[in-house]
């Protein structure tokens, strides 16, 4: 059914959603986007599912948006592009929303909306090499679609260490950030997961569902119109000169005007 992600399911009723574009470093493009929708949809409405695990396949957990996609955002007009961009806004909600526990399993980089991925997880643990950054400002855009989940997780006083400086960041750091809750070696990746995940098959399916609820709801509001103003901001990006400049500079493999380094 799937094809740039898969979900298996085991007989403990804990589900392995992976994204599964390991030659493309598992980066998101609409297929994907719309792909991860369906299934956190049919992973909701599974009473057999307990757990879900969130991974990706190969070296990275995801590289953030697909290039070539962007490039071909660039050639559409405002409307079209902003309802394509709003399509991450759309499956992270999603994903946040699944009344199943969400442990993300980061075994290599994340890059801009992977960061957001894992942000949206209940208990994110990362392999001690990988890498993270939020990489937009480099291209001219701005973490605008998982930016609620992002400062959400991280909290400003946090994001605004690295929100809008592109810098990356090791395992460790993004521990001190609040972005993974343990930092292990890959090796022991599957071991740490696995003990966030027993917990929850000793828990009541619908009293954990609800629990999950109320904290999202005494936490920072994610509602429509922060999801709005998001793709809004977005969108007025795009049709920014710096926007142009980035993504063209990218793909003619040369600075952009403003870089220095």
């Known amino acids: 059914m799937f094809e740039t992600i898969s979900v298996v ?36 409405a599974d009473d057999a ?8 396949a190969g070296k990275s957990f995801c590289a953030g948006g697909d290039l070539a996609w962007m490039q071909a955002q660039m050639k559409m007009d405002a409307a079209t592009r902003k309802a394509e961009s709003a399509k ?22 994340a890059f801009g909306g992977g960061v957001g991925m894992a942000s949206v997880c ?30 959400a997780r991280m909290g400003e006083a946090m994001a605004r260490r690295v929100f809008f400086s592109a810098r990356l960041f090791g395992a460790q750091e993004a521990v001190t950030l609040g972005l993974l809750a343990r930092a292990v070696p890959a090796e022991d990746l599957d071991a740490a997961v696995e003990a966030e995940v027993v917990p929850f098959l000793n828990c009541a399916p619908k009293a954990v569902a609800a629990s999950k609820a109320l904290a999202r709801r005494f936490g920072p509001v994610i509602d429509q119109a922060a999801i709005d103003h998001a793709v809004n901001a977005l969108a007025e990006t795009w049709e920014g000169d710096e926007a142009k400049e980035g993504i063209g500079a990218f793909f003619d493999k040369r600075k952009p005007a403003w870089s220095q380094g």
């Not at 390991?22 to 929708?37: F, P, R, S, T």
């Not at 999603?94 to 980089?109: C, F, H, M």
């Not at 208990?123 to 890498?131: E, P």
């Open 88 to 109: 991450l806004a759309i499956m992270l909600r999603a994903l946040n929303e699944l009344p199943k526990p969400l442990i993300g399993r980061v075994q290599g980089n």
């Open 122 to 151: 209940d208990v994110t643990i990362g392999a001690d090499h990988v890498k993270m950054g939020l990489t937009e400002v480099k291209l001219g855009l701005i973490p605008a679609n998982i930016g609620p989940y992002v400062i």
């Open 49 to 56: 599912v307990r757990v879900v695990i969130l991974t990706g």
């Open 9 to 44: 399911t085991d007989a403990r009723g804990v589900a392995t959603l992976t994204l599964d574009r390991a030659e493309k470093h598992n980066a998101m493009n609409a297929q994907m986007l719309d792909e991860l929708v369906v299934a956190a949809g049919q992973l909701a």
